[in-house]
Structure formats: C-alpha cells, structure tokens
C-alpha cells in the first residue's frame, strides 16, 4: 500500500499563479492510497466510486496518470489492478488529485522496483496536475511530494520552510464544491481585463506572504492570525471567496480565532482558522453550529521535521 497526504495553503493561494509567493503545509490526517495486486488483466479501481472499474485507455484522470507514469517509465503494462481510496474530499481545496496520483505513483514505483527521485515524482505529478486545472502553479504537488510545509514560488528551487512552534489549524468545510480551475479562470480574466486593480492586489499578496514566511519563523502567532485574516480580505477582492466562506471566517474570528481565511481555489472547498489551546474547541464548535461540514484540526510542523 502507497499512500499520499491532502495539504492546506496557509497563504498565497491564486497570487502564487503570477509569480508570487504562497506557503503549503501537509495534512497528514487525510490521505490517499494505492495498492498494486496481481491481476487476470489490467485493472483499476476507484474505491470510493461503488469500486468503479476504469479502462486503461479512457479520459477518466485516473487513467491518464498510470498512462503517465507507464509511459515515463518505459515499462511494459503488467496484469495488475491498482485499487485507489482517498479520505480526501474531492474539490475541496485540500489536493485530492495531486494526492491521489501521488499515491499511484508512489504504488507503482514500488511494484516495479524503481528508485525515482523527489524532483521525477514532483515532474510527473505537475504534468497530471495540468490536466485536472489546466495551469496550476505547481504547489499542490510539491507540497504533497516533497511532504514538507514549503514556501513556494512558481519555477524557483523549491524552499521548505520550519515554523518557530506548531500551529494549531482548524480546517473547516463549506460543503461546497468547487473547481479550481474556474477561479482560477476568473482571476486571470481579471487581470487581463482590469490589471489597474488586480496586478496591486496580487502584489499586496506577494508582500504578506513574505511577512508571514517571517512570522512563521519567528513564532509570532498573533502576526500570522492577522496576516490570514488580512490574505482573505484580498482574496475577496479577487472575487474567490463565497458568501459560505465569509461567514465561516466570521464565525470563527468571533469564536476567538487568531486568524481565518479561505484556503485553496476558493468559491467553496475549505476555510482554516488559527487557534491556539484554549480556543480551538469552542472555534470547532461554532464552526459545526454555523453548518460547516466537516471540521478538523492540524497541527502544523510538528511531525514534519
Ligand atoms: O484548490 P487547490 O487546493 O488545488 O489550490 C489551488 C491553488 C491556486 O493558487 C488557486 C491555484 C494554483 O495552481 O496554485
């Protein structure tokens, strides 16, 4: 069995497109598997699909990524079946399908033996990444490959970053659904149609995500909580969030939050909030009472270095 962690964006999420910065951090609670078995004939199998079987040669993204992997291999296909499960929600903001193919990946290269470094991985995995979003930064990937908070700018040697002392993350989901590759699709049309407001704005993202590196690094929790809140206003701007994700972010500032935003793509998926000891229960708890569906907490860089 090979698996792979889902991960949160702490900052920077869309601005990250454009050359900026944005910080990611594994979320080892939720993860994706594969298990390659001996088979009568090739097979995979989606777990979480009413065990779906997929034909080799299909569009469904599962499929492209064995085809992927198969072809940059240059091995021969074998009478197995790969059985694929992920605790992961899909279209959530937490890097399902990065994971997922992560873990396919990672399967296989056990199967056949073949020792494949970080960077080959993190390649293989970007090129399926670009077909779930179309032009995705990169960072998904790199987060859950190299499974490590990273400090991330597009086609720069990759950065991991260590945070002075763990944080305390709520994750929290909308129940919404929705594709990154939209919002994506709509930033960009925005700063194609208004670079007057949206270039500034993505800027002022760049500027708090390179405070926030610091603020990680110098265990400043109030300075992070305040740059979360302050990353989700601007997200706003960028027309992102939702009216379910701001009034998440409000209910959990009100329950004592040091900080909220939304996290990933937007529109829906998931918010996070900082918490420390004392709040992170009653943050839960009116996070569930304002009709969040499924919430959680991390810790972040506590078991990663
Ligand atoms: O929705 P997610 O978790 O896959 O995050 C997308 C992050 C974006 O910055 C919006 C897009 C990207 O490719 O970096």
Known sequence: ?????????????????YGEPAIAVPVSSLQAYAEIRESPSFQIIARDL??????????DPLAQVVRLTFD???????????????????????GSGAAIATAIIRALLK?????????????LVFEVEKIHHGTPSGIDNTVIVYEQSVYFVREKPIEMIKNRSPLQVIVADTGKV?????????????????????KPLIQQIGNLVRDAKDAMQSGDLQKIGDLMLENHCLLQELTVSSPELDMLVDTAMLAGAMGAKLSGGGRGGNMIALVDENTSEQVQDALKQAGAMRVFETIVGESTF
Do not use: C, W
């Not at 069995?1 to 497109?17: N, P």
């Not at 073949?114 to 991985?121: K, T």
């Not at 929705?178 to 949206?198: C, F, K, M, N, Q």
């Open 72 to 94: 940059s291999l240059n091995v021969p296909i074998p009478d197995i079946s790969i059985a694929v499960r992920s605790d992961i929600p899909i279209g959530s903001g937490l």
């Open 178 to 198: 929705a594709l990154t590759r939209d919002s994506v699709g709509d930033v960009r049309r925005l700063y194609e149609d208004e670079p007057d407001i949206t």
């Open 1 to 17: 069995m090979s698996q792979a962690s889902a991960k949160i964006i702490l900052f920077g999420e869309h601005a990250v497109v």
């Open 50 to 59: 009413n065990d779906k079987s997929i034909a080799f040669d299909g569009d």
């Open 111 to 123: 199967y056949f033996d073949i020792q494949l470094s970080r960077a080959l991985i993190n390649e």
